[in-house]
């Protein structure tokens, strides 16, 4: 049997900046960059506001803030609003068949300005919590989505207990206790997508990972065999009851997998399920002129496991628009784009895109692309006018924004803009996203512009 839970613990305990490969860093950035601009776009989301609403304030001076308010909370309080506000949106990246950034980074920041670590620690403490959460997916063929499992929830509270347990510098058998820990605080339904608590999910998560850490830091134990275990994680989480635990490969640190996986940057605040058809539709659009009286149906053939994610066939509201095939077709066909503004629910409920959503036509393949999601080979989108003329967009293996087909710099910059000037001025906006971009080069996570008001001197 394989010492996974040993041999990850000493990975994570002994990783180094220096140590790391300059894909793994480009990543990293990428994904915190990423998230805190989605996440000050959410800060001002019902779900937040609710979460926000039932923690008290810290008095002490280790605290961490709410954003964008700068309300000093508890790490693990504040890993928990900003990871609700990172992920409420669902406008936050993908990769490893979930949302890592939306849990890692909440944590990261809660607990690294906490503790006053520098950027290369954040950094270190980022593919840590990735590479673990990777490693551990290669040893299960099956897809949690399938079993009813968020993968966000469950392999994310490992990763950010983790990463946490990196910022802390615990030795490494404190971090097989945190990770450990970790595993026993893992959980979160599909069943609760289109709702609020989908974005608890990741709230929690974060808020887990710091409680993890600490918890280790102070003495508390767990089972150092607690991934292996035949009553353990990998087993009680496998979709497919045959998790590779006795001839599996554990190459951490060797394969670094954020290199090849990397970070997939949503354009879109949908369900990543939605992206490829979403772009080709968008294609069609331009490319024909298509107005949503032209179209008689719209036909869109994309993967089992993704159409059951996206559950909301006919939605009522902006939350459970995110999750709807259908919706976002009609969005891309009304609209002529799926942004913030379609996603309410005020635009899901006018009759133009009711009667679109009447039009969409799903098919779905059992077949897998080979990767880190759980697609179909790729994503097609056919338009019936009513003429009787088919249009066909080409197959769409990845969307744009995706590790394949990356963002600029400048495109990046411009969603995170977007997002930050809900809530900032175009400067400290600015500001911010500089510092993130070069966040290796800070001494101290406290140094950045991340709440209202902060000084730009």
Request: glycine share 8%; proline share 4%.
């Amino acid at each position: 049997m394989l010492d996974i839970t040993r041999q990850s613990a000493d990975f994570v305990a002994g990783i180094k900046h220096e140590d790391l490969p300059a894909r793994c860093i480009e990543a990293a950035r990428i994904g915190i960059v990423d998230c805190v601009g989605v996440m000050l776009a959410g800060a001002a989301e019902e779900p937040v506001r609710i979460v926000s609403a039932m923690l008290s304030p810290s008095t002490q001076n280790d605290g961490a803030p709410e954003l964008p308010s700068g309300r000093n909370l508890v790490a693990s309080d504040a890993a928990l609003v900003n990871g609700v506000a990172a992920h409420v949106l669902d406008y936050d990246d993908v990769a490893l068949a979930g949302h890592p950034s939306a849990v890692l980074v909440p944590a990261i920041l809660a607990e690294g300005w906490t503790l006053d670590v520098s950027g290369k620690n954040a950094i270190a403490a980022y593919v840590a919590g990735y590479e673990l959460w990777a490693q551990l997916a290669d040893l299960e063929p099956g897809h949690l989505h399938e079993r009813g499992f968020h993968p966000t929830a469950v392999m994310g509270t490992l990763a950010t207990a983790a990463a946490c347990a990196r910022l802390h510098g615990l030795d490494a058998e404190k971090t097989g206790h945190a990770i450990a820990i970790g595993a026993s605080l893992a959980s979160g339904l599909v069943a609760n997508f289109g709702t609020m608590t989908k974005s608890l999910h990741a709230g929690r998560t974060a808020q887990s990972g710091v409680l993890a850490a600490r918890l280790a830091a102070q003495g508390f134990t767990a089972s150092q065999d607690v991934l292996e275990h035949r009553t353990g994680f990998l087993r009680a989480h496998s979709p497919s009851g045959e998790p590779n635990i006795e001839n599996g490969t554990i190459d951490l640190g060797e394969n670094w997998r954020l290199s090849k996986l990397g970070i997939n940057v949503k354009r879109y605040p949908t369900c990543y399920a939605t992206h490829r058809s979403i772009d080709a539709m968008l294609g069609l659009v331009s490319e024909h002129g298509l107005k949503a009286g032209d179209v008689r149906e719209i036909r869109v053939h994309t993967g089992r496991t993704q159409k059951l994610m996206l559950r909301n066939a006919n939605p009522q509201t902006g939350l459970e628009a995110k999750f709807s095939m259908e919706f976002a077709m009609a969005a891309a066909l009304v609209a002529g784009r799926v942004g913030l503004s379609e996603l309410t629910d005020g635009f899901v409920t006018r009759p133009e895109v009711r009667e679109a959503v009447s039009k969409v036509r799903c098919t779905t393949t059992d077949e897998v692309m080979p990767g880190d999601q759980p697609f179909a080979p790729d994503d097609r989108v056919s338009v019936v006018l009513n003429s009787g003329e088919v249009v066909e967009h080409a197959p769409v293996v990845h969307a744009k924004g995706s590790w394949q087909k990356p963002l600029t710099r400048e495109e990046l910059q411009d969603k995170f803009l977007d997002c930050t000037m809900r809530v900032f001025d175009r400067n400290q906006s600015t500001r911010l996203f500089e510092q993130l971009w070069r966040i290796e080069e800070l001494k101290s996570l406290r140094e950045l512009a991340i709440v209202s008001g902060a000084s730009l001197h």
